[in-house]
């Protein structure tokens, strides 16, 4: 040990390979600032899909739940109405799905245009019905698509057609759902396309020019290649969302008529809060789970940026 200039003695210096005290508690600060994150996830997710994995192995007997092991999942089966929930959600995400995302590349291209004056305006206009309450927008169309006193028969009449039974006959049922879920979702999917349009390079629509491609041709070797990733991502969105819907069909129709709406979550809501059957409902909600995983690998591959 040295004296220093003014008697102090100098500090001890550190052993060579010693590791500072402060070393192990700076290693542990990330992991204390992610903590009350992953107690929230773990109490609030985890916990939640574990229980209700537990719950789908059960049957609630005589007030009493009784576990059935794998029943719950071998009943979904042999269920007639499970699966036509599942056809009519596969009938919405084979057609609404792909007609929605249709207009919404459409309308991301006329709403990067440069001809359009007001652009800002039009895609707040656009973006607007997403931010309607999914309840709310479903008493509107239900107000609006009334047989008797609905608007739209009443315009219909003006011209001298007749009344359309928007909600009570299956196939216009059908109709109504996917009117509503494109006027709601179509804006939504044109902003995300529009954001991804913009990072496209104006260099190569004017290569593309340059080497004598149309507005068709440019389109399709310019901004279908460029919207790749938003389309992939668009698409996987939609189809997670159209596998879950629920409040559209059950504030529409109900399910109806005639099961014509019914979907997997309209069925699950029934099992769970109308037969309180809640170990079905749970086995139907992890046979949606799975379904939705499946289809997201599938789409990812077909999709998916290619190595």
């Known amino acids: 040990m040295t004296a220093t200039l003014t008697g102090r003695a100098a500090p001890a210096a550190p052993a060579k390979g010693a590791a500072p005290r402060t070393r192990p508690r700076r290693r542990a600060a990330p992991y204390l600032f992610v903590l009350p994150a992953l107690l929230l996830f773990a109490a609030f997710k985890l916990y939640p899909i574990g229980r209700s994995f537990m719950i789908s192995l059960h049957k609630t007997v005589g007030g009493t739940e009784r576990f059935v092991g794998a029943d719950n999942y071998t009943r979904l089966l042999g269920d007639s109405l499970f699966w036509t929930a599942l056809k009519n959600t596969a009938v919405i995400l084979a057609v609404q799905v792909p007609l929605m995302l249709a207009l919404a590349t459409g309308l991301a291209v006329a709403l990067n245009s440069t001809l359009l004056r007001g652009r800002a305006v039009f895609r707040l206009g656009f973006f607007l019905p997403m931010i309607t309450g999914l309840v709310a927008y479903g008493i509107m169309f239900s107000v609006l698509l009334g047989k008797d006193y609905g608007l739209v028969n009443w315009l219909l009449g003006l011209v001298g057609a007749d009344p359309v039974p928007w909600l009570t006959d299956p196939l216009w049922a059908k ?55 938003a389309l992939l991502l668009t698409t996987v969105l ?8 629920f409040d559209e069909p059950f504030v529409l129709t109900g399910g109806g008529p005639d099961n014509a709406t019914l979907t997997i979550g309209v069925y699950l809501y029934q099992n769970a809060f109308k037969y309180f059957d809640f170990g079905y409902a749970s086995a139907i909600a992890y046979a949606l789970a799975v379904l939705i995983g499946i289809l997201g690998v599938i789409q990812f591959r077909l999709l998916g940026e290619k190595p």
């Open 238 to 245: 939609s189809t997670i969302g159209t596998l879950q819907i």
């Open 175 to 229: 109709v109504s759902l996917g009117i509503a879920l494109t006027w709601h979702y179509t804006g939504y999917n044109a902003v995300i396309l529009l954001a991804r349009l913009q990072s496209v390079p104006a260099e190569l629509y004017d290569a593309a020019a340059v080497d004598g491609a149309g507005a068709w041709a440019s389109f399709r070797h310019v901004t279908l290649p460029g919207l790749r990733p």
